[in-house]
């Protein structure tokens, strides 16, 4: 029998090749690989996908979180509050700016930040907080305003799993007072290499955030008025994105239904993390949560079936990580989701009938 792998972008390129090859000759043909027209027309038109707000592009989703914390006014010596169960980009990012990480533990069951336990955690030093939108459910933004009450702590929305996701008819972005997406090839809008995108509904942040982005220059002119880094999307990703991106709502739609098969299917047999309340699931990943995991995920590859762990081994308990002075134990949620969670192949173009042997083969090998 035909194999299922956990992500595929082979059909989507075969789908849309003759379109991509053009664009990718009409880029190369232009005489302007770097900060270009398809650059600028990319973040016009991500930007009016989200409502009004200003869209900056850089070379990847980390760079973007780097870009939008640096533009919050985040640096060395202040606290960054975040969670734990995420990709390492997220602390990466934190770190990166020279800021201290501090982990707020996740719900059990939608495993998103959890806002209540913010509190606590707010300090003098805390200048940010980055909820992630994990897997395409959206973390209430509101109740973590409520929770910040009125200190000046800015929050940055970290979107890489949430295209097309939103709360309450508000797209997951336009949230908080940043946002940072990624384009890398797996998420729900994906490049044919690395990419990202800085996102604020702020308009003052929108000057600061290009110049971050290129050595603190104004514009082309080399003479930094702040200090920066070297991270801008090129013609070539933003020229396929553009291409990519009509496409997006449809997709996610797509991502939705069989994502409802997936539920129809397994229904009252096996939990999938739940969806926040009020929240439209981009569905970046379909996770379920399964006492002996890695049995099951060893069982479904010998049939076959790819599956993906998001995420193994919590940023917290990570040797990079140990010097910030957490132990096992510390975020219980975090650790139980983080060895119970298995997702299972979802991306649009994966056929319904695919869903169902995925679901016939996962009910057989369950112990
Ligand atoms: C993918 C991802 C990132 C980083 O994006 P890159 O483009 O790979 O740098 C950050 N946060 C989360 C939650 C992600 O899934």
């Given amino acids: 029998m035909k194999s299922i792998p956990a992500f595929d972008y082979l059909q989507d390129y075969a789908e849309q090749r003759a379109d991509i090859l053009a664009a990718v000759d009409r880029v190369l043909g232009s005489g302007q690989l770097i900060l270009g027209a398809e650059g600028r027309a990319f973040e016009r038109e991500f930007a009016a996908s989200l409502g009004a707000g200003h ?77 992630v939108h994990l897997y395409g459910n959206v973390v209430d933004i509101e109740a973590l305003r409520a929770e910040v009450g009125g200190m000046p702590v800015a929050i940055v929305e970290d979107c890489a799993q949430a295209h097309g996701a ?27 290499g690395d990419a990202g995108m800085c996102f604020t509904t702020g308009g003052n942040a929108n000057a600061e955030m290009r110049r971050i982005r290129m050595y603190g220059f104004e514009g082309m002119e080399p003479r930094a008025l702040r200090e920066g880094i070297n991270s801008r999307m090129d013609e070539l990703q933003a020229a396929i994105l553009r291409l990519k991106l009509p496409a997006l709502e449809s997709d996610v739609q797509r991502r939705r239904t069989l994502a409802a098969r997936y539920d129809e299917i397994l229904d009252g047999r096996v939990r999938r993390v739940a969806t926040g309340p009020g929240v439209e699931h981009g569905f970046h990943l379909y996770v379920v949560k399964l006492p002996r995991r890695d ?22 308990l990570m040797p990079a990580y140990g010097f910030l002075g957490y132990r096992a134990g510390d975020l219980p949620a975090t650790e139980e989701l983080a060895a119970s969670v298995l997702s299972l192949p979802l991306y649009p173009r994966l056929e319904p009938e695919a869903v169902e042997r995925v679901c016939t083969e996962l009910l057989d090998v369950l112990p």
């Fill in 55 to 131: 869209a900056v592009g850089v070379g990847s989703g980390t760079d973007a979180l780097i870009v939008t914390l640096t533009a919050a006014g985040v640096g060395p010596g202040d606290e960054v509050i975040t969670v734990a169960h995420t990709a390492t980009a997220t602390v990466s990012a934190i770190r990166s700016t020279g800021a201290t990480p501090v982990f707020c533990d996740v719900d059990r069951e939608t495993a998103l930040m959890d806002t209540a336990a913010v509190r606590e955690l707010l300090s003098p030093r805390t200048r940010a907080i980055v909820p």
């Fill in 166 to 192: 939103s709360l309450h008819g508000r797209a997951a972005g336009t949230l908080g007072d940043f946002a940072a997406f990624s384009f890398y090839p797996t998420k729900n809008l994906g490049a044919f």
């Fill in 295 to 316: 049995a099951v995920r060893a069982a479904l590859a010998q049939r076959g079936i790819g599956t993906g762990i998001h995420y193994p081994c919590p940023v917290h």
